[in-house]
């Protein structure tokens, strides 16, 4: 059973940095795109940053320039390095991974921006 674990959220002031983890446990062939999505109280869960083979990203608008996404060559971990976090960044955020047409989530971690 293919499992994702988040890390890292928590309490930063405004233009302060955070970096999140994405462990990914059991078996699968091979992971296609690996994401972030975050989702705000009553607001609908949105694209943050995915990476697919070869490392080609792609990122939400409202955080171009500030996040990076990465991950290991074994497509075991991913991280999400936020910089100048803006209290508009506070949400949950899930790390997501594709194989095939299947979509596997994590559970999530509480990233807080205060102003």
């Known amino acids: 059973q293919v499992r994702l674990a988040e890390s890292g959220g928590g309490l930063v002031q405004a233009g302060g940095s955070l970096r999140l983890s994405c462990t990914i446990s059991?078996?699968?062939?091979?992971?296609?795109?690996m994401g972030w999505y975050r989702q705000a109280p009553e607001k609908q869960r949105e694209l943050v940053a995915t990476?697919?083979?070869?490392?080609?990203?792609n990122y939400g608008d409202s955080v171009k320039g500030r996040f990076t996404i990465s991950r290991d060559k074994a497509m075991r971990t991913s991280w999400l390095n936020m910089e100048s976090l803006k209290p508009e960044d506070t949400a949950v955020y899930y790390c997501?991974?594709?194989?095939?047409?299947?979509?596997?989530w994590g559970q999530g971690t509480q990233v807080t921006v205060s102003s």
């Open positions: 059991g078996r699968f062939v091979s992971a296609g795109a």
């Open positions: 997501n991974m594709r194989v095939g047409t299947l979509d596997y």
């Open positions: 990476i697919v083979g070869g490392g080609i990203t």
